[in-house]
């Protein structure tokens, strides 16, 4: 069965612009949440998303941004980016929220020149 | 919030055995995760702990003590593919998040 599918794998922006992540979760699962990844601060929770709804937010300003769609994928756009905003986007999904099987995409490495 | 601890670097040699600790201190606990993650790849799922002992899983073990905010991966009989980083998360009670630390960076010697 195919894993979680997260597009594109890199992307350049300048200061400014916006961009938007995607990802597909793996078949039946409903829940997609994100992640940041620095090599400073780690792996840092965004949002969660299951069945459309946001269900979870992390401490991120508001210029993050997500949604889901009713065949579960999500997306995430960051508006008026900063060069901070350089890192690695992880997605995970799972069956249901609260599921302990979480299932990671390899990301999408964003560099912001 | 959740406050994680891991140790940055560890080095061992192959065939031997290393053990990456993780405190954690939690407004709210409903699980440990652990996850291996190699340079440029996804977090692969290796445990799962929400009660108090040990889980074995082949040459990985991990090891939860709730009382103390303490947990343990244990990895042995050492392989160079075990070089990698790893990652201790703990969810939260109410809002199921992962809160990770900064990850273990263990390399395998020869």
């Known amino acids: 069965k195919a894993g979680v599918t997260q597009t594109p794998r890199y992307l350049i922006k300048t200061r400014g612009q916006q961009v938007t992540l995607s990802c597909s979760p793996i078949s039946g699962h409903r829940s997609v949440s994100w992640y940041q990844q620095t090599p400073g601060q780690g792996l840092q929770f965004l949002f969660e998303y299951f069945s459309e709804t946001q269900r979870n937010k992390g401490n991120f300003p508001g210029r993050f941004s997500g949604r889901q769609f009713s065949n579960s994928r999500s997306e995430m756009n960051v508006s008026t980016l900063e060069l901070g905003d350089s890192a690695l986007y992880l997605c995970a999904s799972s069956p249901l929220t609260g599921n302990v099987n979480y299932t990671f995409g390899s990301g999408t490495r964003l560099t912001v020149v | 919030g959740q406050n994680i601890d891991q140790p940055t670097e560890m080095t061992a040699t192959e065939g031997a055995i290393v053990q990456i600790n993780c405190t954690y201190q939690t407004s709210g606990f409903n699980g440990l995760f652990w996850y291996q993650q190699h340079a440029g790849e996804a977090p692969t799922f290796l445990s799962y702990n929400v009660l108090d002992g040990l889980e074995e899983k082949g040459r990985f073990s991990s090891f939860l003590s709730r009382s103390k905010g303490y947990s343990y991966l244990l990895l042995k009989e050492l392989q160079m593919k075990d070089s990698a980083s790893y990652l201790c998360?703990?969810?939260?009670?109410?809002?199921?998040?992962?809160?990770f630390g900064a990850g273990t960076t263990v390399t395998v010697r020869a």
């Open positions: 998360a703990v969810r939260g009670l109410n809002d199921y998040k992962l809160s």
